[in-house]
């Protein structure tokens, strides 16, 4: 076969392989051109080409292997991209329920505050012996003065403890310094105060308070707008985050609050009488709201209150009394729908003191008369009970004790 013929053939093989588009660029260009005399070609095995097909235009790489003997280009062998592996099933996030031995979220151990005022020393806590797990919600009531917005200071980082141990989380509050207390208020304690006007800043609109604390932690824009709308959702407000405060009624300015105390995911929530400028039907909706976001994001509630029926929304009530824990409180449930038994119990610390209720109190002294403030105790042999009897001194005798001039010696 001549070199003509053999080129001849290469040049149709090729044309057979070559993508459509220059495929026919050629048959134009030939159309215009001087027409060539047909070649006769020797008879030949016939090799039957494939049905011309797309391919993809591939740049060859260094050490690719060469053309065939024939001359022929092969065409490309095009290798499907592997499939991307399937991604696992979103798994469902448990919030870890807390335990009796889990170690306590919140630590005070004999706890004390005392004030200086001028030349006069008031104490507020007198050693207060408190514990309270993570992802719980507690209610403290007392009366005015009984020290419990003091211990809620104190957990808050506003004040220092003046003896004792106070511990929440893995920080020691009693020893710390000023640059931690400035990070444990900005990152690991969310407050809201019992004013409305102290928690939200007037001439913001809703989302923007809420944004505000995270701006100044450094965080970026859209994680800001994300977790500002993840708690408006939470707690209803959607609809008004484009709201100022004062277009707001009393009880959603408290719910505004409670997303800005949220606004940096801190694991602590405070709360100082949340409710006390709010009627019954806006208290129990902030209730009801900051019982939502302690079981939706598992943070541990403390709420300080006057509220009556706080029990129905708290895990447990600490009553508060002169500086000292006196009693703690369960609402049992029963079958009468909402309705529950609210048991009350008393606290004996690790020192072995004791409170009574000033109900009690004053019950024991009507039916006994006046007390003197000695009783008598008594235990039963398996120590289930303990019975309390009031009790008054017995007067010394002067003849059994010889003292000196009592007519005795003292010799017997």
Do not use: C
Request: negative net charge; hydrophobic residues 35%.
């Amino acid at each position: 076969m001549s070199e003509s013929s053999q080129q001849n053939i290469s040049e149709e093989y090729a044309r057979r392989f070559m993508p459509p588009e220059r495929r026919q660029q050629l048959r134009d260009t030939e159309s215009t051109s001087e027409p060539l005399d047909e070649t006769v070609i020797s008879p030949s095995p016939q090799v039957e080409a494939p049905a011309p097909q797309e391919t993809v235009a591939t740049i060859s790489e260094p050490g690719s292997p060469p053309p065939s003997p024939n001359g022929v280009a092969e065409p490309p062998v095009v290798e499907a991209p592997p499939r991307p592996e399937p991604l696992p099933a979103p798994q469902s996030v448990q919030l870890h329920e807390p335990s009796d031995q889990d170690p306590p979220y919140v630590e005070a151990n004999d706890l004390f505050k005392i004030y200086k005022p001028a030349d006069l020393e008031v104490v507020a806590l007198r050693g207060v012996d408190l514990e309270i797990q993570a992802g719980e919600l507690v209610g403290i009531v007392g009366a005015s003065g009984s020290g419990k917005t003091t211990l809620l200071n104190i957990l808050a980082g506003l004040e220092r403890p003046s003896a004792g141990r106070i511990r929440v989380g893995e920080r020691d509050l009693l020893d710390i310094s000023d640059r931690e207390l400035v990070a444990y208020r900005r990152q690991d304690v969310g407050f809201v105060w019992q004013a409305t006007g102290r928690n939200l800043v007037p001439y913001l609109n809703v989302r923007d308070n809420i944004e505000l604390p995270q701006a100044i932690a450094g965080t970026g824009r859209r994680q800001r707008r994300e977790r500002a709308s993840e708690l408006l959702e939470a707690l209803q407000m959607s609809d008004k985050a484009a709201r100022y405060p004062s277009e707001l009624s009393g009880g959603e300015q408290q719910r505004v609050a409670i997303a800005v105390a949220m606004a940096n995911n801190p694991p602590l929530l405070l709360a100082d009488e949340p409710t006390g400028e709010l009627d019954t039907n806006m208290a129990e909706d902030v209730l009801r709201m900051m019982q939502r976001i302690n079981r939706q994001f598992g943070v541990t509630v403390i709420i300080v209150t006057h509220y009556a029926g706080i029990a129905r929304w708290v895990d447990r009530v600490v009553r508060i009394r002169d500086g000292r824990i006196g009693s703690e409180s369960y609402l049992r449930s029963s079958y009468q729908g909402d309705q529950g038994n609210e048991e009350e119990y008393l606290v004996v610390d690790r020192a072995g003191r004791l409170q009574l209720p000033r109900e009690y109190m004053e019950r024991f002294q009507s039916l006994n008369g006046p007390w003197e403030g000695l009783a008598n105790t008594g235990m039963t042999e398996d120590g289930g009970e303990v019975t309390l009897r009031p009790a008054s001194a017995p007067r010394r005798s002067r003849e059994r004790t010889g003292i000196p001039g009592s007519g005795s010696d003292g010799r017997g």
